[in-house]
């Protein structure tokens, strides 16, 4: 039998049938709903049914009042401040986005400092000596000495204050001045918030001036009251119009006059622990034990029950656990709303939706839905971050971001609409790098009215749109067209979703509209993202059927046979959370305010009134602890069971911890074996047939396959590339092509001239000219446009370039005679018949002055490894010497046209520049014996490439960064 039926069966009875003026009030309103539901089980007969409500409506009720939600509340709390700070100093003024924040807070403050009945003027006055606090406060020694804590902390002994506690004690001074004229306002309008309506009910309660229209009000299943409530309960008892129902159990509450002697007492286990349960039953029983305080007995060792402890990883591991247990349970044979899965990490809805057996007929969702974690909110947000990141480029042309307009043509709303369009620009705005994309660009497009209505915002300069109305209108406008344009494409929930956010969006547009605050667009972003983001869309149901899917604190009150409960672990159980507050915590606990320790309390005792009637539970947690804002260990409730029911005969704990094979622990090796489409693929790239193709083998094709075959497999046959994206800032391969080119525009105008000191003087005349070019044929931003990182590595990319530059000056005379010639060096090799195309991109091929050696140089702006003498079999096992498999190749490829050449091959490092040229093999032309050496080996290597199998390389440190290796599987 349920709590709620326990309590039916009481006032069954007591009262009869007689039950129609009584009033039942219970913690929640979804306790209401099983109450009326036991009540009918009971009963079973027409009558009238008593008055039953939750213990916020029935204060509600009773007041008479409106209340306003938070952001209205805000909205008067903000006049007040404005009104009361002027009177200090006339010209004084804060923007409404910078007090919204603390605002709230202020308004939590107040609201509970009235829940917890406290005297608003003695908790918010200045203390100048510590000796009025005895004389000024009525309180306890105890509530005296966090006081003193407080007010000595703060001041010290000098009283030499810093600014921020300065700042403190000129709001805090005036804080019961706003408190009052906040009150004062709202009641003039018939307006209160939950604390004032609490204590408006007490007052009255006291003076004998309300009149409660009950024959009985029966309070049932409180735990911690607020002082209000507190007063409340106990006036209405002494007035004999009250019955007070407890729901405890004998294992962390002993009844007075009995003793336990068959177990260790509970109480020391928590106070191990820091918390107990029955803590604040016990006061108030105590305190009313002379009055209607009942307690309703329940003894969870007297009956058989099994508690099911296990450990498993990550969310998605517990949700697919869950749904395995719902799986084996057989529900058709069952009463599904016998069972709750009680979510303690309430990050855990989707993954645990996902994860329900598809047997699982109905379903009672009563947490709702984030609205946050809608696609519709993502949408707004971007829309919002386009239009506080937009700006004006220096002809006055609108132009947006590229990450939001981008972020915007991914959304699932608008790439719904045309798939194919919305990829075409975006293609488009990766191949221009349009890292700022004007609305010119965007008006040109096929869009939809919706989509132009979003690249046409109401802005009149960055950062300020034409009038709060008209952004307010401009978004409205944006729920319109997408129900208008892609109502046809979304689903039931995907359509509600939007309606829901469209009707949150139409009461803060009222709200904003009735008090038109000043905000900047950063400002109201805030606002909007503050005041949606916690709201929530109900999950429609029947409440009594299907199995009960809830948070951990909406269990209050409520009885389940099976209970699995989902995150158990330290953080979400209890809640480890902390409210901000304007009232520091030794102030809290000198005025009866509540604090953690309270809060810990409180999760104790709900976390065994939910085991109390149970037959199973599971407590299933996350085996994987991360330290900085993550999972933490396990729940200290869980300790608590080991610890005190590991000896107690009914109770049967089981644990174990599940572990399921990862899909990251162990790589399964891959390979892709040689077959018939593989080997057309390759004659058609490699082999020189009908000298149509301009694929050819290589150096980079070649070292990537020596560093491993399957990355070469990806990239040169099955063609999986990196999609193209807009580069913001210069990454390092583009580094290397910007040096790269302005180099080669700066000596193409020197071909075959000698160069020497006086023609590296005008070199450097038209380096900022050749920068530019280069900047431009890579498509990035130039002149105004260039900022941030881009600007510095213009300047280094100059920097470098000028100590090449320098370099040279200072060697030995030279005539450049080719650069990055790529059709002078290519050659058809013979391997068995067969004739392979390959070539080089050969940087600069210059011939010194004094001498007939022809120089090889390559600029490198990564690390070159280099040795005195380098073996040539060394250049293909693997890719520690690739920059020197390279040169020898590129030596093979002059030498095939050039064979009486004598050849150096060198490289410009940027990281090195002030080594000069570093040559391979110590400086030393490249011997004919080394090259025959080398032919031989790129035999051997090219007839692996294209008939051999492309398996895996063993060293996994080249995996780390590789393009692929989440195919693979390796190097994380």
Known sequence: MTFLEQIVGELKQEFGKNISNICIVVPTRRAVVFLRNALAKTYRQTLWAPRMISIQDFVRELSGWDFPEMLPLVFELYQVYLRRKRQDDPTWYEPFERFYAWGEMLVKDFDEIDKYYVNAEKLFTNIKDLKEIDNFFQFSPEELEHIKRFWTALRGKNEDLTEVQEEFL????????????????????????????????????????????????????????????????????????????????????????????????????????????????????????????????????????????????????????????????????????????????????????????????????????????????????????????????????????????????????????????????????NEKNLVFVSKNFLAQQDFTNLLKHIFQPPIKQENSFESLEAILNYISQIFDLLL???????????????????????????????????????????????????????????????????????????????????????????????????????????FGLPTYEEKDSIYAYHFYRLLQRTEEVHLIYNTVVQDRGGTREISRFIRQIRYFFRETPNLKIHERIITTPSPYSQSQPILIQQNEDIKKILHSKYLDQSGNSKSYLSATAMTTYLGCPLKFYFRYIAGIRESDSVEENIEANTFGSVLHYTLELLYKEMLNRPIEKDAIKELRQNLGSKLKQAFEAHKLPWNEELRGMNYLYRDVIRQ???????????????????????????????????????????????????????????????????????????????????????????????????????????YYTVRELSKGIRFIQNGNAVSNAELAQFEDLLKELIVKILSGDYSQTEDESYCRFCSYKGICNRGR
């Open 170 to 429: 000129r709001i805090w001074q005036i804080l019961n001045d706003i408190y009052e004229g906040f009150k004062q306002q709202l009641a003039s309008r018939h307006q209160a918030f939950d604390g004032m309506a609490y204590r408006f009910l007490v007052d009255r309660i006291q003076e004998g001036r309300l009149n409660i229209p009950y024959d009985q009000v029966i309070f049932a299943g409180f735990n911690a009251l607020s002082r209000s409530e507190e007063l409340i309960m106990e006036s209405l008892l002494k007035e004999k119009k009250a019955i007070v129902y407890w729901d405890v159990d004998r294992t962390y509450f002993t009844p007075p006059g009995e003793k336990k002697a068959s177990q260790k007492s509970y109480s020391d286990v928590n106070h191990i622990a820091g918390e107990e349960p029955g803590k604040f039953i016990k006061e108030y029983h105590s305190k009313w034990k002379d009055l209607e305080s009942r307690l309703i007995y329940h003894d969870m060792t007297a009956r058989e029950k099994d508690i099911y402890i296990t450990g498993v990883a990550l969310q998605v591991g517990q949700a697919r656990y869950l749904g395995q247990q719902l799986q084996a349970l057989q529900l058709e044979e069952s009463q599904p709303h016998d069972h709750a899965i009680v979510l303690a990490d309430e990050q855990m809805l989707f993954p645990v939706l996902y994860s329900l057996p598809s047997e699982l007929e109905s379903l009672n969702i009563t947490m709702g839905f984030p609205l946050k974690q809608t696609n519709i909110f993502h949408l707004i947000m971007s829309v919002l971050r386009l239009l506080r990141t937009l700006k004006f480029d220096a002809f006055q042309q609108l132009v947006f971001t590229h990450q939001e307009v981008l972020t915007i043509l991914n959304n699932p709303y608008i790439k719904a609409q045309k798939p194919e369009l919305s990829l075409k620009v975006q293609r488009e705005i």
């Open 484 to 590: 208008r344009e892609t109502a046809s494409s979304f689903n039931r929930l995907e359509s509600e979703f939007v309606v829901q956010f469209h009707t949150q969006f139409n009461q803060l547009r009222e709200v904003l509209l009735h008090y038109q605050p000043s905000l900047s667009l950063a400002g109201f972003t805030q606002l909007l993202r503050e005041a949606l983001q916690r709201s929530r869309i109900p999950f429609e149901g029947e409440p009594l059927e299907g199995i009960q899917l809830m948070g951990f604190l909406e269990t209050r009150v409520l009885d389940f046979k099976k209970v699995f409960v989902m995150g158990a672990n330290e953080g979400n159980l209890p809640d480890t959370s902390k409210g901000n507050s304007f009232i520091p915590y030794s102030l809290r606990k000198g």
């Open 800 to 906: 470098q370039v000028g100590r090449i530059l320098t370099q040279d000056a200072n060697g030995d005379a030279f005539k450049v005679i080719s650069l990055e010639d790529e059709e002078k060096f290519f050659t058809s090799f013979d391997i068995g018949g067969k004739k392979v195309k390959i070539n080089g991109m050969l940087d600069r091929i210059d011939l010194l002055a004094q001498s007939d050696t022809v120089r090889i140089i390559d600029y490198k702006t990564g690390t070159v490894k280099l040795k005195d003498h380098i073996q040539v079999h060394e250049c293909f096992e693997g890719v520690k010497y690739k920059e020197v498999f390279q040169g020898f190749l590129y030596a093979w490829l002059y030498k095939r046209q050039y064979s009486d050449a004598k050849v150096k091959v060198g």
